[in-house]
């Protein structure tokens, strides 16, 4: 009887250890095959060394990483194409908690490559990511060093594969919806016809793409990026809501289309959790603004940027009182002295 106890629990060992084993055999399987999907993407950290950091700004407990939509007839991600679409996404490490800020394009700020004032797109197009995210460091006091790029084609695709979104189209958009799917259609290839009237709808990727871009409506281009924020949190809930097997497909076709220099490690640990993440707060930045024309071309000013920065820093790390940099000062009190000049 004792023999058996003996046999029965050394068996249960053997079990038990066989079944851990097994585990950690697919637990090792799963993570070369995702990291074989990983290794499609575009990633490129060649730049990295030259973004600027802000050496007296401390920010823990959050990765903040940035988003670039580009506006590329030629669909490239790279460089020579201006950001029209920058959002600034901080995680909440701890609560997983996101927050979107979207930097307007226009905005008036220090490009520190030659050290003079430009609309905030054009760091990019002018160098790239490493310049783009110096830009935001030292206008914003931030610490982003982290980028994802991607262009019309990987938008409208990205919806497509989740079969659309459901967008309330006003009155007023629908012919510059119309618009836009015909130049869209020219720079993807494709024959997607327009809507027919206004009214919330299921929209494909490219009838959902050209609603993100609309900037002729009341707002302008205020009222473009809260839309981009729209399309943006409506996939994302689409995402979460989706079988494996449909995640999967969309992995195996996205990736591909993605430019970033965060590397596969980096992925892996933001994919583990991306059932956790939920997008709680969005924005637009500058909160205090002036839009109008200098010398012949349209800005879009801070009004005190000082100011705005503290407020952003409220908004995204709780952090009240938050007094700017002397770099960011300074460039708040060049700002109002142009502003003031129109």
């Given amino acids: 009887m004792l023999k058996d106890k003996k046999k029965i629990k050394k068996?249960?060992?053997?079990?038990?250890?066989?079944?851990?084993?097994?585990?950690?055999?697919?637990?090792?399987i799963a993570g070369f095959y995702l990291y074989s999907k990983l290794n499609r993407i575009q990633y490129d950290s060649s730049d990295d060394k030259?973004?600027?950091?802000?050496?007296?700004?401390?920010?823990?407990?959050?990765?903040?990483?940035?988003v670039f939509g580009v506006d590329s007839r030629s669909n490239a991600l790279k460089k020579n194409t201006h950001s029209d679409t920058i959002i600034i996404a901080s995680i909440n490490n701890k609560t997983k908690d996101v927050k979107?800020?979207?930097?307007?394009?226009?905005?008036?700020?220090?490009?520190?490559?030659?050290?003079?004032?430009?609309?905030?797109?054009?760091?990019?197009?002018?160098?790239?990511?490493?310049?783009?995210?110096?830009?935001?460091?030292?206008?914003f006091d931030l610490d982003t060093k982290e980028f994802v790029t991607v262009n019309f084609e990987a938008v409208v695709q990205a919806i497509d594969m989740l079969g659309g979104i459901e967008i309330d189209v006003q009155s007023n958009e629908v012919k510059y919806v119309n618009g836009y799917v015909k130049s869209l259609n020219i720079i993807n290839g494709t024959?997607?016809?327009?809507?027919?009237?206004?009214?919330?709808?299921?929209?494909?990727?490219?009838?959902?793409?050209?609603?993100?871009?609309?900037?002729?409506?009341?707002?302008?281009?205020?009222?473009?990026?809260?839309?981009?924020?729209?399309?943006?949190?409506?996939?994302?809930a689409k995402v979460k809501k989706s079988s494996i097997g449909k995640i999967n497909n969309f992995i195996d076709i996205m990736l591909p289309k993605v430019y970033t220099n965060l590397n596969n490690m980096d992925l892996l640990v933001l994919a583990k959790d991306v059932f956790s993440y939920n997008i709680v707060e969005?924005?637009?930045?500058?909160?205090e603004k002036d839009a109008h024309t200098y010398s012949k071309v349209s800005y879009v000013f801070p009004i005190d940027l000082t100011a705005n920065v503290t407020k952003l820093h409220e908004f995204f790390f709780n952090e009240k009182n938050y007094?700017?940099?002397?770099?960011?000062?300074?460039?708040?009190t060049q700002i109002e002295s142009i502003r003031n000049r129109k």
């Fill in 11 to 28: 068996r249960s060992k053997l079990i038990a250890l066989f079944i851990l084993e097994l585990l950690v055999l697919v637990l090792i």
């Fill in 191 to 236: 024959q997607v016809s327009g809507i027919q009237a206004a009214g919330k709808q299921l929209l494909n990727g490219t009838q959902a793409t050209a609603w993100s871009r609309i900037r002729y409506t009341a707002g302008g281009d205020y009222k473009r990026t809260e839309r981009q924020r729209i399309v943006i949190e409506k996939m994302f």
């Fill in 282 to 287: 969005q924005t637009g930045f500058p909160f």
């Fill in 100 to 139: 979107m800020a979207s930097v307007y394009r226009d905005t008036y700020v220090n490009i520190p490559d030659r050290n003079k004032f430009d609309k905030i797109n054009a760091a990019y197009y002018r160098g790239g990511y490493s310049l783009a995210l110096s830009t935001i460091n030292t206008n």
């Fill in 323 to 332: 007094v700017p940099t002397q770099t960011v000062q300074g460039y708040s």
């Fill in 50 to 66: 030259n973004i600027i950091q802000n050496d007296n700004v401390n920010i823990s407990g959050y990765r903040n990483i940035v």
